[in-house]
């Protein structure tokens, strides 16, 4: 049962246009949310993240959408760069279940120049 | 650059071996977790300790174990070898519980 899922395995973009990566949850359990970004032969960095509490959370180019009613998370970039090109994952934690993160399958983001 | 560290970066060994991996978390973190990420899975949590004690597990089989030293290093053992375990096996730390896990480079598996 995938309790975090990314729909869009792929998605692509114009440099300089809106970026919007999405994200399901099924468990109304989580209650803090992460984007993480990766690249080949690396580990994945962390992006930005979101508590329950918020709808909201924006940091320089990136924001991040929490709609709880609709368990759906979204992870905004604008403008997209190339250097964006890579596999971004959304996550998902309980603060009190040991903050094991659970995973979604990831979106491969191109970036066009 | 995280500040998280794994060694080693890549591992091929034969079906039926064991090998350890090791994860030195970031400077003061207390908490060490380790992730799978196999080809047709995502990452998987495996396990996480806090200040040397087991503090949550996940989908870790009973041929793996861990441990988080006095100095908080980790290091995760998997036995009993199968094709199957080949994957990339992640570390990630963090401050404390419920903070933003910061995750290293990955140590690359491959059991032939």
């Known amino acids: 049962d995938q309790q975090v899922k990314q729909n869009s395995p792929s998605l692509s973009v114009q440099e300089g246009r809106i970026s919007i990566l999405n994200c399901d949850y099924t468990?109304?359990?989580?209650?803090?949310f992460l984007w993480y970004k990766k690249y080949p032969a690396e580990g994945p960095t962390f992006l930005i993240s979101i508590s329950s509490i918020k709808d909201k959370n924006e940091d320089g180019r990136f924001t991040v959408f929490l709609n709880k009613s609709a368990k759906h998370l979204s992870l905004h970039i604008v403008p997209s760069q190339p250097g964006d090109s890579a596999v971004y994952f959304c996550?998902?934690?309980?603060?009190?279940?040991?903050?094991?993160?659970?995973f979604g399958g990831g979106t491969r983001l191109m970036v066009k120049p | 650059d995280s500040g998280v560290t794994q060694t080693p970066k890549h591992l091929i060994t034969a079906t039926g071996q064991r090998v350890t991996l090791r994860c030195s978390p970031r400077?003061?973190?207390?908490?060490v977790y380790w992730y799978q990420q196999s080809l047709d899975q995502g990452l998987q949590f495996l396990i996480q300790?806090?200040?040397?004690?087991?503090?949550a597990k996940g989908n870790i089989l009973e041929r793996f174990s861990a441990q988080q030293f006095p100095d908080l290093h980790s290091e995760l053992n998997l036995s009993s070898l199968e094709l199957g375990d080949s994957a990339l096996y992640f570390c990630a730390s963090s401050s404390g519980t419920g903070e933003t896990q910061y995750f290293g480079p990955g140590t690359r598996l491959l059991v032939l």
């Open positions: 996550a998902a934690g309980r603060g009190n279940a040991g903050n094991m993160l659970t």
């Open positions: 468990n109304s359990m989580f209650d803090y």
């Open positions: 400077s003061g973190d207390l908490s």
């Open positions: 300790y806090y200040n040397g004690e087991e503090r």
